[in-house]
């Protein structure tokens, strides 16, 4: 990670405006020029890269040489800019989607796991009282195929003396 402060990249995200500098070499207030000019370079522009009014990134070139950059080229930079941030944000909209889905699979996995060897019976019932999951243990206790009462009315289970404090329940 390089620091950001007192850098060109810093000064273009604070402000959001583009910035041309025409030479390297008389541009001394941005930290980081040095390298810059240890690589040969002498011009740059930079344009800062917004997504729904919030600045993402920076889109630089660099040149080597002095005045390489000027209102036309900013045109087209800025052209190129704002087909580059929706794409930039759009990747990570999808990057943030997948490792939600990755945590949502492995919480699933976890409570599969949790319900499958549980020694209770645990079970999920419709609104209108249907069973829709019965875990393993079930077929042990009762010696039914869970299968066999997906479906069907989960009061068939209640023994009739708790069958009005179960409905009451229910409702």
């Not at 405006?17 to 070499?25: A, E, H, K, N, R």
């Not at 002498?42 to 344009?47: F, G, H």
């Not at 929706?86 to 945590?103: F, G, K």
């Not at 009282?129 to 009061?155: A, D, H, R, V, Y």
Request: aromatic share 8%; net charge negative; proline share 5%.
């Amino acid at each position: 990670m390089i620091p950001l402060a007192g850098t060109l990249t810093e000064h273009v995200i604070k402000t959001g405006q583009p910035t041309i500098l025409f030479s390297v070499i008389e541009n001394p207030q941005f930290s980081g020029v040095e390298n810059f000019l240890n690589m040969g370079l002498r011009s740059v522009i930079m344009l800062p890269l917004s997504s729904k009014g919030k600045i993402i990134g920076t889109l630089s070139l660099r040149s080597q040489q002095v005045g390489a950059y000027g209102a036309r080229e900013q045109t087209i930079l800025e052209r190129l800019a704002n087909q580059i941030a929706p794409a930039v944000a759009n990747a990570e909209l999808y990057d943030q989607a997948r490792r939600v889905e990755m945590a949502l699979r492995e919480s699933e996995r976890r409570y599969r796991d949790l319900v499958d060897k549980a020694r209770d019976v645990i079970y999920t019932v419709a609104p209108d009282g249907t069973i829709t999951s019965l875990n393993p243990i079930f077929e042990t206790i009762t010696g039914w195929q869970c299968e066999e009462w997906i479906g069907k009315s989960f009061i068939a289970l209640v023994h009739p003396d708790d069958l009005s404090f179960v409905i009451e329940q229910l409702q």
